[in-house]
């Protein structure tokens, strides 16, 4: 194991001296002091409602709510950190897109590309943009390992596609899209397309910049942040343009009884008063990764992606899905046991201990595509362990017994 | 029960050797039942003569849970009238829930072992799919119908 990842397990006061392996950290990740602590000290030194100070305490907290913006432009590699816009998670990041540009700039006869294997977080808005505009939704389909093939992307995407939508990586099958050839051809097709990070963003770098991504999503909470707190980079020419989402106090220059006109980005996006504590434990949690190293983590992963696809073909009736390569899982490792459903084997799994998603994932359009009407899912990070992959294997190979089989 | 002993003793053989999962020749009420978010989905059949459940059946797949609990029920309603079964519905559906008495439980009887699912909120649904659909075919008499649950 890497050096500076052998000893942080005792950093998540949740998992230090439990037993509990914690298996779904593609829903959620758990938390190291050092980001609680970020959050508690935030609350205790520097509390104030940021943006409207004209007292200390309050340019204080402005300074700490912007420091975490700077903290989160350099991790995605931003030009600017007006760029950076704070919301809930990657799904109202998702959302605020639809709205505010999908919904204006979308016209009828356009069509916007999306991918079979989103999550529903990135199905949804842009289901509400066609119907409302009166657009096309066009889907990539994936093979079973879910790959897209490059003439697919270059005969569904054409000049009148306004919005391409699509996952740097699977929540599902843990893959990552080709999201550079799909950029490239969006591009010479005049769309704008909108990246979502939420599984690729706690698992590898990301330079949204190198990418040329017009607009990238992604959720704190997946990766050692707080819950509620979560970022949409946008172009600022994209940016500068639109609408805002939500209207209201601190994202206005000023305001008669009529009209009103805006705050400068990305005060024009952020509405209301702001989750400062979120974005600060949000610049921890980022802080956190970067001193161990997005590489360091993705190899840890990777390493033990490997050794629990070997010992899950090793167990008869369990069958995985997606690609046979674990360094394409992105710690995502989605399976089935033949006969047995999968939320009958996440209980089976919990009464050992072991935390596992079983259902449709969010992804339901996937499921139906590959043919399966369930998964269930086991995600690793940084702090999980060899040996609780193998103890993880051990209780998995027992489940079709528990579950009434002979073998 | 734990849960592994409440798998291991009443579920599994629902699951996987049930008595009541056929076709029902001459049903005379019929309904479909799903948990959208599991993919369970099963269709009721009953056969109802002067206010008696003369007969029942199920088809359909999902969760051992789901399937245990349905033909669990079977074994209970077939035989009982019309209202005794709506009762033991309510009563099955309040044990779930955590508000049932013990004469209620009691009544349930080989499907009163269900009662420590109420403490696992994702698999609520899953016991109440087959009580919750006989609720609706009950209900709504011959009527054809479904009974959806949403979520996620
Ligand atoms: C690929 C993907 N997109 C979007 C989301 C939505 O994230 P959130 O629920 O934090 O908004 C998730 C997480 O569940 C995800 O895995």
């Known amino acids: 194991m890497n050096q500076a990842l052998q000893d942080i397990r005792g950093d998540f006061p949740i998992l230090a001296g439990s037993d509990l392996i914690y298996f779904d950290n593609a829903a959620t990740t758990q938390k190291p002091r050092q980001v609680l602590d970020a959050v508690v000290n935030y609350y205790n030194t520097q509390n104030a409602n940021p943006l409207r100070g004209l007292y200390g305490l309050s340019v204080a907290a402005t300074e700490a709510y912007e420091?975490?913006?700077?903290?989160?432009?350099?991790?995605?590699?931003?030009?600017?950190?007006?760029?950076?816009?704070?919301?809930?998670?990657?799904?109202?990041?998702?959302?605020?897109?639809?709205?505010?540009?999908?919904?204006?700039?979308?016209?009828?006869?356009?069509?916007?590309?999306?991918?079979?294997?989103?999550?529903?977080?990135?199905?949804?808005?842009?289901?509400?943009?066609?119907?409302?505009?009166?657009?096309?939704?066009?889907?990539?389909?994936?093979?079973?390992?879910?790959?897209?093939?490059?003439?697919?992307?270059?005969?569904?995407?054409?000049?009148?596609?306004?919005?391409?939508?699509?996952a740097q990586v699977s929540n599902v099958l843990g893959v990552s899209l080709p999201v550079e050839s799909i950029i490239a051809k969006a591009h010479s097709a005049g769309a704008v397309v909108v990246i979502d990070g939420a599984q690729s963003t706690p698992h590898a770098p990301v330079d949204v910049t190198a990418l040329d991504a017009d607009f990238f999503a992604f959720s704190g909470h997946k990766l050692l942040a707080p819950m509620g707190i979560g970022v949409l980079y946008g172009k600022e020419t994209l940016l500068e343009a639109m609408p805002p989402f939500l209207s209201g106090g601190e994202m206005i220059e000023y305001v008669t009884r009529e009209d009103a006109t805006y705050a400068e980005l990305p005060h024009k996006f952020e509405a209301g008063t702001v989750n400062?504590?979120?974005?600060?434990?949000?610049?921890?949690?980022?802080?956190?990764l970067t001193d161990i190293g997005l590489e360091a983590v993705a190899a840890h992963e990777t390493a033990l992606t490997a050794r629990m696809m070997t010992a899950l073909k090793a167990i008869p009736h369990v069958s995985i899905l997606g690609s046979d390569d674990p360094a394409d899982h992105h710690g995502i490792v989605s399976f089935n046991i033949e006969g047995c459903h999968p939320h009958d084997v996440a209980s089976i799994l919990d009464t050992d201990g072991i935390c596992v998603r079983a259902g449709h994932h969010c992804a339901q359009p996937l499921l139906a595509h590959l043919g399966i009407g369930a998964a269930c899912r086991a995600s690793v990070y940084l702090y999980n362990t060899e040996d609780e992959v193998d103890?993880?294997?051990?209780?998995?190979?027992n489940v079709r017994k528990e579950l009434g089989y002979g073998s | 029960?734990?849960?592994?002993?409440?798998?291991?003793?009443?579920?599994?053989?629902?699951?996987?050797?049930?008595?009541?999962?056929?076709?029902?020749?001459?049903?005379?009420?019929?309904?479909?039942?799903?948990?959208?978010?599991?993919?369970?989905?099963?269709?009721?059949?009953?056969?109802?003569?002067?206010?008696?459940?003369?007969?029942?059946?199920?088809?359909?797949?999902?969760?051992?849970?789901?399937?245990?609990?349905?033909?669990?029920?079977?074994?209970?309603?077939?035989g009982k009238s019309t209202e005794e079964a709506m009762?033991?519905?309510?009563?099955?559906?309040?044990?779930?829930?955590?508000?049932?008495?013990?004469?209620?439980?009691?009544?349930?009887?080989?499907?009163?072992?269900?009662?420590?699912?109420?403490?696992?909120?994702?698999?609520?649904?899953?016991?109440?799919?087959?009580?919750?659909t006989l609720g609706k075919t009950l209900a709504e008499g011959a009527a054809e119908g479904e009974g959806h649950q949403p979520h996620c």
Not at chain 2, 47 to 62: L, P, R
């Open chain 2, 1 to 78: 029960m734990d849960l592994k002993s409440l798998y291991r003793e009443i579920i599994n053989e629902h699951n996987l050797h049930p008595a009541h999962k056929h076709d029902l020749e001459g049903a005379t009420a019929d309904h479909r039942g799903v948990n959208p978010s599991c993919g369970d989905d099963i269709r009721l059949q009953l056969k109802i003569k002067d206010g008696v459940i003369e007969d029942a059946a199920f088809v359909g797949s999902g969760c051992a849970i789901s399937q245990a609990s349905a033909d669990m029920m079977i074994d209970l309603i077939v």
């Open chain 1, 276 to 288: 400062a504590g979120g974005a600060v434990g949000l610049a921890a949690a980022i802080d956190y």
């Open chain 1, 391 to 397: 103890r993880f294997a051990a209780a998995l190979e």
């Open chain 1, 67 to 166: 420091g975490a913006r700077e903290t989160v432009r350099a991790f995605i590699g931003a030009q600017s950190a007006s760029e950076i816009i704070f919301t809930r998670n990657a799904t109202e990041a998702l959302n605020l897109v639809a709205y505010s540009y999908g919904r204006t700039r979308v016209k009828a006869g356009d069509n916007i590309v999306i991918a079979v294997s989103e999550h529903h977080s990135n199905i949804l808005p842009w289901q509400m943009v066609a119907r409302e505009t009166g657009a096309e939704l066009r889907y990539l389909e994936c093979g079973p390992e879910g790959q897209y093939p490059e003439e697919q992307i270059d005969s569904l995407i054409d000049e009148r596609t306004a919005i391409v939508a699509v």
């Open chain 2, 87 to 132: 009762t033991l519905a309510d009563g099955f559906m309040r044990m779930i829930q955590g508000k049932a008495d013990d004469a209620e439980i009691e009544a349930l009887e080989e499907a009163a072992a269900l009662q420590s699912v109420s403490k696992m909120p994702a698999r609520v649904k899953c016991a109440e799919l087959g009580w919750r």
